[in-house]
């Protein structure tokens, strides 16, 4: 199976030996890739028990727990990055989430399904249907897009709150690279690196 692109530009954006957070860290696949080929110091949040286990039988450190109440646990700047990897839009106040994510972290390192793609735009133009992403097929009513983003969202989100952007990468669900003039239209995944 081909390496995701989105880990190897993340792992290009954590330094050696860093002290990192991955929160919603799922399997723990990426946080067990920065622990073996970058070296860092790792933890992990998940909430999902399936999800926990999996972590556990890789050897990755994990709690859990809620993202929330975990970010409080920790003080400021008590981590060099903190990764939020396609969960943002799954987050019930991703506002404060990411303002959690600056506090505790130097940096922000946080990826999301673009809802701003064409297929999402032509489903809803056509179908009338809510827009979705590829990531699941689920329902309306059971899916977890809380707050479904466009990379102009996000990047007006940075604006707002007068965030620095430091780099960014766009994907296709295949993770091909997408120039950032169409990302908003051809990307499927975005991933941006954040500080105050």
Not at 23 to 29: A, E, I, S, V
Not at 89 to 114: T, Y
Not at 178 to 195: C, E, G, H, I, Q
Request: glycine share 10%; charged share 25%; with cysteine.
């Amino acid at each position: 199976m081909a390496r995701r692109l989105d880990y190897q530009f993340i792992e290009e954006h954590v330094p050696c030996g860093a002290r990192v957070l991955d929160l919603g860290c799922g399997d723990g696949k990426l946080l067990e890739e920065l622990i073996d080929e970058r070296q860092v110091e790792g933890l992990g949040i998940e909430i999902d028990e399936d999800m926990v286990r999996q972590c556990i039988a890789r050897g990755v450190p994990v709690y859990h727990g809620d993202m929330y109440e975990a970010t409080e646990m920790f003080d400021d700047g008590s981590f060099d990055c903190v990764i939020l990897s396609r969960t943002l839009q799954q987050a019930l106040k991703p506002g404060r989430l990411i303002e959690e994510i600056l506090r505790i972290g130097e940096k922000g390192i946080i990826s999301f399904p673009n809802f701003g793609r064409y297929t999402s735009r032509l489903r809803f133009l056509f179908s009338g249907r809510r827009p979705c992403t590829g990531d699941g097929n689920w329902s309306w009513y059971d899916t977890p897009n809380l707050h479904p983003l466009t990379v102009k969202d996000f990047e007006e989100f940075c604006r707002e709150k007068g965030l620095k952007i430091l780099g960014q990468a766009y994907y296709t669900k295949g993770f091909f690279s997408v120039p950032s003039f169409m990302a908003n239209l051809l990307a499927t995944y975005a991933v941006f690196v954040v500080t105050e």
